[in-house]
């Protein structure tokens, strides 16, 4: 396993909760297989890539490790509305228990006629199109790109989403999104306070990776959080909106809860 797969790159808030609550908390990661198609997975759900399918061609799973280490990715079909996942087999986690979950991906490899979803979601949302997880019965709080919805000044930028099964609230950020960029990402659930943090680093092109990028608070939001005892998965869908493939590459997952 390569060193860079088990640094937790810091910032002050997620040194502050390793430092005071880790021997409190449970901890489990699923991370990547060097040169392999599998995770290693320690105190976290069976986490594996697997293909949603209507028709045209598929990718197998393939590696791709590199200077930011070890990667997974998986294309969909050639059809409109097919998708490709990491997502755990069973539930990982509600908001009652605080859950602070760290993502570390590549974007899909064009920003063009794709939809993205990263985080924590009570069922798979590769068909629910982004400011939809809500109305489409899910309980979420995600990471997202959609360019079915990300219009004019939202296209090329991140969006947060909180879900509660009925409604969405959703911002779009400045932050931008590049396509095949190394992003960390973190999703901090706070059940007492009401709300739910997300933070993100770009790390720049996978070959020529920045190290030591701190994460930067992009949004908070305080509506809409998901339901509180609803079990919620973790992980990542893309979507081709287009009849070309689009990817979906997944490194480490690491999950801190109550």
């Known amino acids: ?146 360019t079915g919805v990300d219009t004019g000044g939202a296209v090329g930028f991140w969006g947060c989403e909180c879900a509660n099964a009925v409604g969405s609230t959703r911002v779009t950020t400045g932050f931008p999104l590049v396509a095949g960029n190394y992003y960390e990402a973190e999703i901090v659930i706070n059940d007492l306070a009401g709300n739910v943090e997300f933070w993100m680093a770009d790390h720049g092109p996978v070959a020529t990776v920045t190290r030591d990028v701190p994460l930067k608070l992009i949004a908070t939001i305080q509506s809409t959080l998901p339901v509180a005892a609803t079990p919620l998965l973790a992980g990542q869908t893309t979507t081709t909106l287009t009849t070309v493939t689009r990817r979906s590459t997944a490194g480490e997952y690491i999950l801190i809860q109550d």
């Not at 598929?58 to 998986?74: E, K, P, Q, R, Y």
Request: glycine share 10%; charged share 10%; with cysteine.
């Open 1 to 146: 396993m390569s060193l860079a797969n088990y640094n937790l790159p810091l910032h002050p808030q997620f040194a502050a909760a390793i430092e005071k609550n880790i021997g409190k908390r449970r901890m489990g990661r699923a991370s990547a297989v060097p040169a392999g198609t599998t995770f290693i997975v320690s105190n976290f759900p069976a986490f594996a890539g697997t293909q949603i399918i209507d028709g045209g061609s598929s990718v197998a799973l393939t590696s791709n490790d590199g200077l930011a280490g070890s990667f997974i990715f998986l294309s969909c079909g050639i059809v409109s509305g097919n998708s490709c996942k990491f997502v755990t087999a069973t539930a990982a986690t509600r908001r009652q228990w605080n859950p602070r979950l760290r993502m570390k991906f590549l974007a899909s490899q064009s920003a063009l006629l794709v939809r993205q979803h990263y985080g924590l979601f009570s069922a798979e949302p590769s068909a629910l199109a982004a400011a939809g997880l809500g109305a489409g019965g899910l309980s979420a709080a995600v990471f997202n790109y959609d």
